[in-house]
T-cell receptor, first 117, second 110 residues
Framework: DAGVIQSPRHEVTEMGQEVTLRCKPI?????LFWYRQTMMRGLELLIY????????DSGMPEDRFSAKMPNASFSTLKIQPSEPRDSAVYFC???????????????FGPGTRLLVL | DAKTTQPTSMDCAEGRAANLPCNHS???????VYWYRQIHSQGPQYIIH???NNETNEMASLIITEDRKSSTLILPHATLRDTAVYYC???????????FGQGTELSVKP
């Protein structure tokens, strides 16, 4: 298995532009997570899906951020309009249907490094 | 979720055991202790977790004190590839979130 795939790996954009980050989870995994990592705030959970349905989006910072999962093999995180403070590494993770827990079975992708100028 | 406290950084000699401490004095009875690590420029990787018993797997051992207020992650024979940031997280197994703190930056030196 190729693991969780994220694209692009690096993104540089200008303030005000729309940014779309993409994630392909591990085949057969029913949970998908989006995290953001910055030096100041560490690694934060933004949103997670179960069977393509958003379960908890309380970590999404504001309305400029949106996430979708149109099918089991693809998810997007969109920022519109982007701002310099959105500069961070964005990780996608996936997890299989839990036996009794999902916390230990999250597999992270390599991340997308976003720089908003 | 309970807050955890870890040293900012630690050094360890290659081949020696690395013992990474974590304090979680406010942990509730249903919260597990999870350990993840993040090698530079990669996504976090699960290591081990436990509730109250000591646990061991192919990567590490987890020692949890009897009062569950602290724990220690042990890498028995550290290698240079174990250089990473190690996160100790207290979280509910069901319905909880992994809340990553600042972690401990472990440097394994030759």
């Amino acid at each position: 298995d190729a693991g969780v795939i994220q694209s692009p790996r690096h993104e540089v954009t200008e303030m005000g532009q729309e940014v779309t980050l993409r994630c392909k989870p591990i085949s057969g995994h029913d949970y998908l997570f989006w995290y953001r990592q910055t030096m100041m705030r560490g690694l934060e959970l933004l949103i997670y899906f179960n069977n393509n349905v958003p379960i908890d989006d309380s970590g999404m910072p504001e309305d400029r951020f949106s996430a979708k999962m149109p099918n089991a093999s693809f998810s997007t995180l969109k920022i519109q309009p982007s701002e310099p403070r959105d500069s961070a590494v964005y990780f996608c993770a996936s997890s299989p249907l839990p036996g009794w827990g999902i916390q230990e079975t999250q597999y992270f992708g390599p991340g997308t490094r976003l720089l908003v100028l | 979720d309970a807050k955890t406290t870890q040293p900012t950084s630690m050094d360890c000699a290659e081949g020696r055991a690395a013992n990474l401490p974590c304090n979680h004095s406010t942990i509730s009875g249903n919260e597990y202790v999870y350990w993840y690590r993040q090698i530079h420029s990669q996504g976090p990787q699960y290591i081990i977790h436990g509730l109250k018993n000591n646990e061991t797997n192919e990567m590490a051992s987890l020692i949890i004190t009897e009062d569950r207020k602290s724990s220690t992650l042990i890498l028995p024979h550290a290698t240079l590839r174990d250089t990473a940031v190690y996160y100790c997280i207290a979280a509910y197994n069901q319905g909880g979130k992994l809340i990553f703190g600042q972690g401990t930056e472990l440097s394994v030196k030759p």
